[in-house]
């Protein structure tokens, strides 16, 4: 049996490392992301590591801390990230060894992690919802391969946006923070239209200010009066970028704004040297609670990818447990009172009605 270790290093060397093994780290792994991490209440930067068998690096692992409600975790967003595809049984090995140093912890319940396998270790996360599919756009093509690229419907919305002489897309990236309250505005308008909560708006723009333009770019599509009519954040590392927040009015739906911008933002990443572009995440049989955003993103690409979804894998699993028991209480108690009120009112009650969304956190 190969030997097999895990060695936690300091962020300089974690990342000329993964270079080495020609590993492009995704923003949430990477030294960048600490910034964000420290900026949160209730997060830490925790360490990086290293998975090495028989000596060379086979995988990438940078964890943050989490603290619950009344319970620690850590979070491996993105992670770890491999130098090829691993077997079942490599994940394995990972998971037995990663456990292993982890668990000298007492403080952490779990550890949250990407897995290429399903494992009986493995439990689907407390509370959040993951994805493990999405559609990834190749910024290596140029203008044409990409728009040939696209369904026959993705075709035909983009070019009508770029026929539409109202709208104006543009990057506001250096002025984002002053224009953030009507951006949070709109981002309040499409939660209550499409059933999903929203952050507190010191959530988003702290991502903003710890990231900095290098990382956390804004894009807008702006109407012939220049009010705002949709606007995106894109998170970037180097040849990676995800299209981590987004929000529309109605009249910009209707004008096909949210088109524009998804082809303005991958012409304008394009230009700036990134190679995918990750619109994060569709519904899939792990998933089904995001069907509503399939019909939007699948037409910008002929294919879906499926991606590493997100488990926990339990520390202490006398621990876990109870929280499995706890949370599956809180849950009961809570449809309870949402029963009750529907009994009374005649109608459900909206406030317990929203949809889980992907986790973002």
């Not at 419907?153 to 953030?180: M, P, W, Y």
């Not at 309040?188 to 999903?196: A, L, P, S, W």
């Not at 954040?233 to 109605?250: D, K, M």
Request: glycine share 6%; with cysteine.
């Amino acid at each position: 049996m190969p030997f097999s270790r895990i060695v936690e290093l300091q962020s300089a060397e974690f990342t000329s490392r993964a270079a080495v093994a020609g590993v492009d780290l995704p923003l949430e792994q990477s030294e960048a992301w600490d910034r964000y991490d420290e900026a949160v209440d209730g997060r830490d930067p925790y360490g990086r590591y290293i998975w090495q068998v028989d000596g060379e690096d086979r995988a990438f692992l940078s964890l943050t801390s989490f603290k619950g409600a009344g319970f620690y975790y850590l979070w491996a967003k993105h992670g770890p990230v491999w130098t090829t595809i691993p077997t079942a049984q490599e994940e394995e090995h990972f998971h037995t060894d990663l456990a292993k140093v982890l668990k000298k912890e007492r403080k952490y319940a779990f550890v949250r992690l990407h897995a290429h396998h399903t494992s009986s270790r493995l439990h689907d996360l407390l509370q959040s919802v993951p994805f493990d599919r999405t559609v990834i756009l190749d910024l290596t093509m140029d203008s044409e391969e990409l728009m040939a690229s696209m369904k026959k419907r993705g075709r035909r919305d983009v070019r009508k946006s770029l026929r539409n002489e109202d709208l104006t897309a543009q990057e506001e990236t250096a002025n984002a923070l002053e224009i953030f309250d009507e951006l949070y505005e709109l981002l309040k308008e499409t939660g209550d239209r499409d059933g999903f909560g929203i952050s507190p708006k010191s959530s988003y723009t702290t991502m903003l200010e710890s990231l900095g333009g290098e990382h956390a770019r804004v894009f807008t599509v702006r109407g012939k009066e220049n009010e705002i009519y949709c606007w995106g954040i894109v998170t970037v590392n180097g040849p990676l970028a995800t299209y981590y927040y987004a929000a529309s009015s109605a009249e910009g739906r209707r004008a096909g704004a949210p088109d524009l911008l998804v082809w303005f933002m991958s012409e304008t990443l394009r230009d700036s040297g990134v190679k995918t572009f990750d619109l994060m995440g569709i519904d899939s049989e792990r998933a089904p609670q995001l069907a509503g955003v399939r019909g939007f993103k699948t037409k910008f690409s002929e294919e879906t990818t499926d991606v590493d979804g997100a488990w926990d894998l339990p520390l202490h699993r006398t621990r876990y447990q109870a929280l499995k028991l706890a949370l599956k209480g809180k849950r009961a108690a809570v449809a309870k009172v949402r029963d009750f009120k529907s009994s009374r009112s005649g109608s459900p009650d909206e406030s317990e009605a929203t949809p889980a969304k992907a986790d973002e956190s």
